[in-house]
C-alpha cells in the first residue's frame, strides 16, 4: 500500500516540476520578447528623431546656404563659405542616420568588436558578482548589522 502511495507522489512532483520547468521558459521567452520590442520600439524613436531633426537643419542649412553664398558673392570674401563645410557634414550625418544605411554598418561593427574584440568588452575588475556588491553595499552602509 505504502509503495502505491509513494509512486503517486513521485510521478505527481515529477508533472509537477515538469510543469514548473514549463512554467520558467514561457516566461523567460516573454522577458526575452519584451526586451526586444522595447529596444526595437527605442531604435524607431532615435530614428524618427533624426528625421524629424533632419527637417529643421535641413532647412537651416539652406538658409545658412544661400545667404552665406550671396553674402560671399555681394562683398566678394570667399571665406563666408566656410561654415557651409561643417554644417554639410552635420546634415549628411543626420540623412544617412535617418535615411541611409548608418544603422546597418554600426550594426555590422557591433557584431564585428563582439566577435574579434572581445577584450575590449570585459569590465574593470570583471563581472560584477553577488558577493561584490554585497561588500560595496556594506561598506557604504552606516547602519549594517553583520549577524
Known sequence: MGFIFSKSMNENMKSQQE??????????????MM????RERQMAMQIAWSREFLKYFGTFF??????LTAGAI???KPAFILPIVPLGFV?????????????QRM?????NILETEKS???LPKGIITFESLEKARKEQSKFF???
Open 19 to 32: 510543469f514548473m520547468l514549463m512554467n520558467a521558459r514561457l516566461q523567460l521567452e516573454r522577458q526575452l
Open 35 to 38: 526586451q526586444n520590442e522595447m
Open 62 to 67: 539652406g538658409i545658412a546656404a544661400i545667404s
Open 74 to 76: 555681394k562683398r566678394k
Open 91 to 103: 546634415l549628411t550625418y543626420q540623412f544617412d542616420l535617418g535615411y541611409g544605411t548608418l544603422l
Open 107 to 111: 550594426k555590422g561593427e557591433a557584431e
Open 120 to 122: 575590449k568588452l570585459q
Open 145 to 147: 548589522i553583520d549577524k
